[in-house]
């Protein structure tokens, strides 16, 4: 029987049915109203998102149908912003229509030559279960979407162009990680501007619990190969396969590598990752006749 893990960064396609909860979050200040409707993850019908402003926490967010408890939290680090605290002038609204892509706050140095850092952590999570995150980043100007680093592991580089987006647009103004939480429970990252920038916008995530059995890592070997560890079975092929483009009618899926579970953990490489701009990665698990 054949069938597929995961879809992974860098950049990340989750299918729908691969998940049982949704939760949105809206980083927006009080002067912004609340947001109701679709994110780049589509859940119909389930319209609500967490507003995220002052306080930069939120404990036990109510999942997008407004009503089931997650028990789910997320905190924003109050440190690298203005004067190393939280100021107002750190949220802020572009000319975007959309609710979600117009609200963001925002990490900044003064200093294109300084990197400055902001840190967020999701607690409450299903120890050692993948998730899948969609990371919003739209700011006011050209190239003003963050660096994400999620569990150590950098993220696709949304580009935040143009500012006045009014749709989402992978690559564009959000990103997706497929990444598992620690054996607490826990999710933490950051985000910083990216070179010649002062400012790194976040305008808001989705969280979305994933159901798919093996737990499943992926890494970088800078300037070498991109690595994907899974917990593996004996019995079960299992092989890596990547995309450049996700609109083509068919997805053309390339082949990176193939190899058999072994009831233990299993590393899948890329070693050619760097031949296109992006790759969008899928594992795909076949089990033996």
Not at 25 to 54: C, E, H, K, M
Not at 76 to 98: I, K
């Amino acid at each position: 029987m054949k069938q597929f893990i995961v879809l992974l960064f860098l950049a990340l396609y989750a299918l729908n049915a691969s998940a049982t909860m949704v939760v949105n979050v809206n980083i927006a200040d009080g002067a912004q109203p609340d947001f109701s409707g679709q994110g780049a993850y589509a859940a119909p019908g389930n319209d609500y998102w967490t507003r995220l402003g002052w306080g930069l926490a939120q404990n036990n967010l109510l999942a997008s149908d407004g009503v089931t408890a997650s028990g789910i939290n997320i905190t924003l680090a109050r440190e690298a912003f203005n004067d190393q605290e939280l100021n107002p002038e750190n949220f802020v609204a572009n000319n975007s229509s959309h609710g979600v892509l117009r609200n963001y706050y925002y990490a900044r140095t003064g200093s294109a030559t300084i990197t400055d850092v902001a840190n967020f952590r999701i607690s409450g999570l299903v120890p050692n279960r993948n998730y899948t995150l969609y990371l919003y980043s739209q700011g006011q100007g050209d190239g003003q979407g963050a660096v994400f680093t999620v569990n150590g592991v950098s993220a696709p580089v949304p580009t935040g162009t143009p500012p006045d987006r009014d749709e989402y647009s992978l690559g564009d103004n959000y990103v997706v990680v497929q990444i598992a939480a620690d054996g607490d429970g826990i999710i933490q990252g950051h985000w910083t501007q990216q070179d010649g920038q002062t400012f790194a916008a976040f305008n808001g995530l989705q969280i979305i619990e994933s159901v798919m059995g093996a737990k499943l890592s992926m890494g970088i070997v800078p300037g070498e190969k991109v690595e994907v560890s899974l917990d593996s079975q004996a019995g079960v092929t299992y092989r890596l396969e990547y995309t450049t483009d996700l609109t083509a009618d068919p997805v053309d899926w390339n082949p990176a590598d193939e190899q058999d579970g072994t009831g233990s953990t299993l590393v899948l490489e890329d070693d050619s990752f760097l031949a296109d701009p992006m790759r969008i990665y899928r594992v795909e698990e076949e089990e033996e006749d």
